[in-house]
């Protein structure tokens, strides 16, 4: 396994990144899922794995976090 060192996204699946990076502009699962071919629910789930790799409990301190 290939640790990267960007910051906390580093700790994140290229999924996962790209999820995340989407819902801290504030769009919604149904947003996310049509931008990236996924359904809304596989968007929720990436999310509920990142919050915890993140040490985040919101969307709103998951745009905080980026906007570091």
């Known amino acids: 396994m290939t ?3 960007d910051g906390p ?3 994140l699946s290229p999924q996962e990144r790209e999820v995340v990076r989407l819902a801290a502009t504030g769009a919604g699962n149904r947003e996310i ?3 990236l071919f996924l359904s809304p629910r596989t968007v929720g789930h990436h999310l509920y794995r990142a ?5 985040v409990g919101s969307r709103t301190e ?3 976090l980026l906007a570091r």
Request: no cysteine; net charge positive.
């Open 33 to 35: 899922a049509a931008q």
């Open 3 to 5: 640790v990267r060192h």
């Open 9 to 11: 996204l580093g700790l």
């Open 62 to 64: 998951l745009a905080a």
């Open 51 to 55: 919050f915890p790799k993140l040490g």
